[in-house]
């Protein structure tokens, strides 16, 4: 994982607001606004003091007063609507962080992402996105709110006193630009530690969720308690420790505002010994600096909080930047089917050898049967042809075009694929099968699961289609969702089928429905089904057997 420095990140995570830049502009003016009339209702309290002591000043009591309240006033709306402004702007950038991050999986999928923790990657598109909320409401515009303001008491009080005014600004670099950069520094990569634990977590309980049925059946629940008890344990003294960091952070900011508010007040009193300034110089000053530390106290909490947002905002950056094993192809001419081949293909994971020199013709309107091995490279095979992965030699052809010169939405509606395993998403059976043909009708819908020998028992369910699939389709068999996945490549109507096992789990009834639905299909359709079972080759024209990464 690439590690960026805090101010890269910053920087990156900015550049994001540039179409909300107007709402971020309201937001800064409205909050120095508001951040003045806060600070100057106790400035006002001031000239009022002054004024009861019948020192002469620019502001009477009555005056001081009805400023107070309509201040006051002021700054209640004002804070609304710059957290409004804030939270807006935060909302709508994670909205589309989350567009952009699962635009990024789509373009990583599948190669790159069959070896990724699926767990940290929920982390990334939950929590971690989440957390982005604290930079783009809490961080932005309140440093741009505390440059300004600071800029403007630094004047105010230098009106009084260029001394007192050097002082103020020295009171509010400190606050705000030294303590945080220091205690960024003392937290190191503490956020980073708890993003990547809190991810292994996450992991952790979704693996165990998935084999929640194997660990009751082999009596292993207690050992996986006490394995994510230790592992929740371990999270919490990080998160501990960053807690602890803060405190001390809150502790040393309170002290060096204490320390300046005392210093100010020492300066000022001598000042006005001497009688470089009059009384008022002293009382306006002091209490200015004392009711000013709220937008510096916000970027000195900062420095500790933001460790983790910044943790966050590196493992989504990761995933946007991430460069896909298999790019896109756009630009080409369409081309239709007529037939598919593998010349002399190689291809391995890693160092690991899969295909060797595998050559396979795929005749229109054919269908060719691969058996083999476990292992052996036949699934890897329909994969290469779906461009899931790129061949590292030789070539595979559709329709004697190579598909590196075939456009990747070409090729998707050219194949239809059905995996082993087939994934139903916690939706209706409809809505589960239209996501091969978004505009499919009802009729197509019920046409397809007849092929797939699937319709009568959708008709058997209380609401029929309609009947929701339970999460992770665990209310349904493993045929029964088989059968589903082939109704979703006959509703796809592609011209080339690339069936990998499709009837490993199925009794040999329902499979003889759907390898006669098969046969029927040859006649506009081309299918390679890859099967370890003799009868499913019984409707192959040709078969091909791998063995040892060869074809025979």
């Known amino acids: 994982m690439k590690k960026r420095s805090n101010l ?3 920087f990156r995570l900015s550049a994001l607001v540039k179409p909300l830049a107007g709402f971020m502009v309201l937001a800064i003016i409205m909050g120095v606004i508001g951040n003045l009339c806060a600070a100057f209702i106790t400035v006002l309290g001031g000239y009022a003091i002054l004024d009861a002591l019948n020192i002469s000043t620019e502001i009477s009591m009555l005056t001081a007063f009805i400023l107070a309240g309509v201040f006051a006033l002021l700054r209640g709306i004002l804070r609304y609507a710059e957290q409004s402004s804030n939270h807006y702007i935060a909302f709508k950038l994670l909205a589309l962080i989350r567009d952009r991050v699962f635009v990024a999986l789509r373009r990583l999928c599948p190669a790159k992402l069959e070896g990724k923790d699926k767990g940290n990657l929920i982390s990334i598109i939950t929590s971690d996105i989440e957390l982005l909320e ?4 809490h961080t932005i515009s309140p440093i741009a709110i505390a440059i300004i303001f600071c800029v403007v008491m630094v004047v105010f009080i230098s009106m009084y006193s260029i001394v007192l005014g050097m002082i103020a600004l020295a009171a509010y670099v400190t606050v705000g630009v030294i303590i945080p950069i220091a205690v960024s520094k003392i937290s190191g990569s503490d956020g980073e530690n708890f993003r990547k634990k809190s991810g292994e977590l996450s992991t952790f309980v979704l693996d165990s969720l998935h084999g929640i049925s194997e660990l009751i059946q082999f009596g292993s629940g207690k050992k996986r308690s006490d394995e994510m008890s230790e592992k929740t344990e371990d999270l919490l003294k990080t998160e501990k420790a960053m807690k602890q960091k803060t405190g001390t952070n809150m502790a040393v900011t309170n002290t060096v505002i204490f ?8 300066t000022a009193a001598f000042l006005y010994q001497s009688g470089t300034v009059g009384f008022d110089s002293v009382i306006i000053p002091v209490i200015a600096l004392m009711s000013s530390f709220g937008p510096v106290v916000a970027l000195a909490n900062l420095g500790s909080t933001l460790q983790n947002t910044f943790a966050a905002g590196n493992r989504v950056l990761n995933i946007l930047d991430e460069s896909p094993v298999v790019e896109e192809i756009t630009g080409k001419k369409d081309v239709a089917f007529t037939g598919a081949k593998a010349e002399n293909v190689t291809f391995a994971y890693g160092d690991e ?5 595998v050559s396979a013709d795929i005749m229109e309107n054919s269908v060719v049967g691969i058996i083999g ?11 290469l042809l779906m461009r899931f992965w790129q061949v590292q030699k030789g070539d595979i052809k559709i329709s004697d075009t190579s598909i590196e010169d075939i456009n990747t939405s070409n090729l998707r509606d050219i194949e239809s694929y059905v ?3 087939t994934h139903l998403f916690h939706d209706s059976i409809k809505n589960n099968l239209k996501i091969a043909k978004l505009d499919a009708t009802d009729d197509e819908i019920i046409s397809a699961c007849k092929k797939a020998s699937v319709h009568d028992f959708i008709m058997s369910l209380p609401n029929g289609y309609d009947t929701m699939v339970g999460e992770l389709g665990d ?8 059968r589903l996945g082939l109704a979703r490549a006959f509703l796809h109507n592609a011209p080339l089928m690339l069936l990998d096992e499709p009837t490993s789990n199925l009794d040999s009834l329902n499979e003889a429905v759907i390898l006669k639905s098969l046969n029927e299909e040859r006649d506009n359709k081309t299918v390679v089904l890859v099967s370890h079972r ?11 057997c791998v063995e040892n990464g060869r074809t025979s």
């Open 259 to 266: 320390a300046f508010d005392i210093i100010l007040l020492i």
């Open 373 to 383: 091995k476990s292992g052996s490279g036949k699934s890897t095979l329909l994969k």
């Open 419 to 421: 995996t082993q395993d």
């Open 353 to 357: 050898i899969i295909l060797n020199n």
């Open 134 to 137: 604290v930079f783009y409401a």
């Open 475 to 482: 209310t349904l068999s493993g045929g029964e969702k088989q």
């Open 8 to 10: 890269s990140i910053m």
């Open 534 to 544: 003799e009868s499913t080759m019984k409707i192959a024209d040709t078969v091909y």
